[in-house]
């Protein structure tokens, strides 16, 4: 199975995100992860959404997608033409034995301490989702209390636009 990177730009108004979300739950398709926010202009949101499947299950979510009202473009980003990053703030037990072994961590992921109590500290670290799942589970063994992770934002690089396809 292959990961893929979807790009739409739709109509910002509300409902939405609920009827393109609803239609992958009629197909029967999963999504790994969903983010969605206002474009440059007010008028669009673009939904960026990471599934895993084969090239006609995409090319069928895409039919499907393009068909609807709000959806104004629909792209495949490829992976080699592609910026994509996520963000996590994910909470760690703070102990006096585990502190400078945790900063050690977060100065080699060049991840961000942004919150710090003498029970617990708030993480912050963005980029690919490998980068993302090795900081995880390095931490891991200090204890994470807490932890909430974005979904995959991307732009293609260079000079195309979304809403120039």
Do not use: W
Not at 25 to 54: A, C, K, M, Q, Y
Not at 108 to 130: M, W
Request: charge should be neutral.
């Amino acid at each position: 199975m292959e990961r893929f990177v979807i790009s739409i730009l739709v109509n910002n108004h509300s409902g939405v995100l609920s009827r393109v979300s609803g239609m992958f739950t009629r197909r029967g398709f999963n999504i790994d992860t969903l983010t969605v926010g206002e474009t440059e202009s007010p008028e669009f949101s673009r939904i960026t959404i990471s599934i895993h499947g084969d090239k006609a299950i995409c090319n069928q979510i895409v039919k499907q997608l393009e068909k609807m009202y709000d959806v104004k473009t629909v792209k495949v980003l490829k992976r080699d033409e592609t910026v994509a990053r996520e963000l996590l703030l994910i909470k760690v037990k703070n102990s006096p034995e585990s502190r400078q072994e945790i900063v050690s961590v977060v100065d080699i992921f060049h991840a961000k301490i942004t919150d710090y109590s003498p029970e617990a500290l708030v993480i912050e670290i963005r980029g690919s989702s490998t980068k993302i799942n090795a900081f995880i589970e390095l931490v891991q063994p200090y204890g994470i209390m807490e932890m909430c992770r974005t979904g995959l934002v991307a732009l293609e690089r260079g000079g195309n636009c979304l809403k120039d396809a």
